[in-house]
């Protein structure tokens, strides 16, 4: 069964700084998503990792895969107030079509 | 383009009646799926569709059934509610299940069982 786990589950930073969510999965998969969901909405894709070190980037957000070590990490860049949402990983079975989530990054932004 | 439509966005039932939440999407996505969100859990898979007359049980179907007679349309029915299917619904589309093809949500039914 794949399990997925998200550390921290509830992360505040001042704007500015610098700080990075792990995604951690227990079975082998080399596709992976990030999604944003804003309080009280839906989700929004924000990323799609398909192969061993993909790195992908948007803005202030970088996000990266390591197959191996069953590792993702989202990496926020001199956070901004509008970066606050919650943020969550999901791994893709190896046999397609069922995608299982992470818990959740809650991530609160202060001015 | 209305993307992947949910009613209603809010419901409550009381313990052992029956619903419909209804989804449809207009991208002509294959894919079509169920998950519900609880507090502290992500979200976890309820049924998921790769196609018209195929669907599938996902982590948690005990409870819910699914059909798809349409490329567009996907609806979940609760058989008999109970308070722990009290939850937010959300139903997502793709335009396949593997491959890197991101999931495409809508806007959530509010569900509240007593």
């Known amino acids: 069964e794949l399990k997925v786990e998200q550390n921290p589950l509830f992360l505040s930073m001042q704007e500015g700084k610098n700080y990075t969510i792990y995604c951690n999965y227990s079975?082998?998969?080399?596709?992976l998503y990030w999604y944003r969901q804003d309080p009280g909405k839906s989700l929004e894709s924000l990323f799609v990792?398909?192969?061993?070190?993909a790195v992908k980037q948007e803005g202030r957000l970088m996000a990266s895969l390591d197959t191996k070590a069953r590792l993702s990490t989202l990496h926020i860049t001199a956070a901004v107030h509008d970066l606050s949402a919650t943020y969550f990983c999901?791994?893709?079975?190896?046999?397609?079509?069922?995608?299982?989530f992470g818990g959740g990054t809650r991530l609160m932004v202060k001015p | 383009n209305a993307g992947v439509t949910q009613t209603p966005k809010f419901q409550v039932l009381k313990t052992g009646q029956s619903m419909t939440l209804q989804c449809a999407q207009d991208m002509n996505h294959e894919y079509m799926s169920w998950y519900r969100q609880d507090p502290g859990m992500g979200l976890r898979l309820i049924h998921y569709?790769?196609?018209?007359?195929?669907?599938d049980q996902g982590e948690v179907p005990n409870g819910y059934n699914v059909s798809r007679s349409t490329t567009e349309d996907f609806p979940l029915r609760l058989l008999s509610a109970a308070p722990s299917q009290t939850s937010v619904y959300f139903c997502?589309?793709?335009?396949?299940?593997?491959?890197?093809?991101?999931?495409?949500f809508g806007n959530g039914t509010r569900l509240t069982v007593t």
């Open positions: 997502a589309s793709s335009y396949s299940g593997q491959g890197g093809s991101p999931l495409h």
């Open positions: 569709s790769v196609g018209a007359g195929i669907t």
């Open positions: 079975t082998t998969s080399d596709r």
């Open positions: 990792l398909l192969s061993n070190g």
């Open positions: 999901a791994v893709e079975s190896y046999a397609g079509n069922m995608l299982t």
